[in-house]
């Protein structure tokens, strides 16, 4: 191979090695790389482990595999994962947010890294016992003692879409809010409070604790609707699975979304385009998390500094969110009475 690139086999192992950068030049590496295309040369990845001492293996952590998020997330760390020879183990744990127990005998003799997605680090005792490299996504980054953090700009994304329901002349909100103890919900709280507070007039009328299912959403913003304050005229809901059920939530009580009440998410799930009018949301590129952790954790196992990111997020806006009691062209409110006999004012 180093006779067809033109080059010494020192530099084809450094280049088949992954170990080039600041070494060979880019020319170069593509000049060992097209070779071994060439010649059909694939590495003996065992063998060098073993020398090495290492695994090359990653294990991703998340609270959940039924989320689209966390999909999401392993996708963009499995393609960078592929570039870099790294295997990747996809481990749900069993406790959801909570303690991560071990899965194997011994994590330090089965993965060289860890990389761990909207979990606090205390969770993670178990499987680091041996040290393991690690890197926290969506995770608090004053609580870590992590290689690096990937967060996604959670706090920015509410105020986003805070700021958007304002502009349209909304002045009393509800939190419909996650009802799980974690850093990123905990700054969707704060952001909202914090932006809603620099505005005069306005004013978070009810936070409703919710399941994170669509029946928990549905029925935290049917308290929301019907409590003794002043009825929201928008519902801030922090996933869009909660939102779904505050939809829901409103066709039963016989209120129109948007005219009568807007709703609002946050992760821009494929859900967020099933539900008629589709709904307006904060999209968290999660493929995009996943591949900056994976990057991050090479980094640290290639004992190059890990760079700690924050992603940018975009608010989507689409057709649950109009100015509050649009009329109707032809002025008419067709559903008053349903809405008296639903006990909603």
């Known amino acids: 191979m180093a006779r067809a690139a033109g080059v010494s086999q020192a530099t084809v192992s450094l ?19 097209a070779a071994a295309r060439e010649l059909g040369y694939r590495p003996n990845l065992a063998a060098r482990n073993l020398r090495l001492g290492r695994t090359r293996t990653a294990l991703l952590v998340v609270p959940a595999l039924t989320n689209e998020f966390f999909a999401g997330v392993y996708t963009g760390a ?3 994962a592929a570039e870099h020879g790294v295997g990747v183990v996809l481990y749900p744990s069993p406790e959801g947010t909570g303690p991560a127990r071990d899965p194997f005998a011994s994590a330090r003799a089965t993965l060289d890294g860890v990389i761990a997605s909207s979990m606090a680090a205390d969770a993670l005792s178990d ?5 393991l490299p690690l890197v926290m996504l969506d995770s608090d980054p004053e609580r870590t003692d992590a290689a690096a953090t990937v967060n996604l700009d959670i706090a920015d994304g509410m105020r986003q879409v805070t700021e958007h329901l304002l502009a349209l002349g909304h002045r009393h909100f509800a939190h419909i809010a996650a009802d799980v103890d974690s850093w990123t919900f905990r700054v969707r709280a704060q952001a909202l409070a914090r ?3 620099g505005v005069a007039g306005a004013t978070v009328v009810a936070t409703e604790p919710a399941a994170l299912t669509v029946a928990g959403g549905q029925r935290a913003a049917e308290r929301a609707l019907t409590g003794p304050r002043p009825r929201p005229t928008a519902l801030v809901c922090d996933d869009d699975i909660l939102a779904a059920g505050a939809c829901k939530a409103a066709g039963r009580l016989a209120l129109r979304v948007p ?10 799930l494929t859900l967020a385009t099933a539900v008629e009018p589709e709904l307006t949301t904060v999209r968290l590129p999660a493929e995009a998390v996943g591949a900056a952790g994976m990057r991050a954790l090479v980094a640290a196992l290639d004992g190059r500094p ?7 997020v975009e608010l989507v806006t689409r057709g649950t969110s109009a100015p509050p009691n649009a009329a109707r062209p032809d002025g008419r409110d067709t559903q008053r009475g349903a809405r008296r006999e639903a006990g909603v004012v």
């Open 78 to 80: 499995a393609r960078v």
């Open 306 to 312: 890990a760079a700690t990111t924050t992603v940018p």
């Open 259 to 268: 005219d009568e009440v807007s709703v609002t998410g946050f992760v821009d």
């Open 15 to 33: 280049v088949m090695g992954d170990k080039w950068r600041g070494r060979v030049s880019e020319p170069t590496a593509e000049a060992v790389r």
């Open 127 to 131: 499987l680091r016992a041996g040290d």
């Open 195 to 197: 932006t809603v507070a």
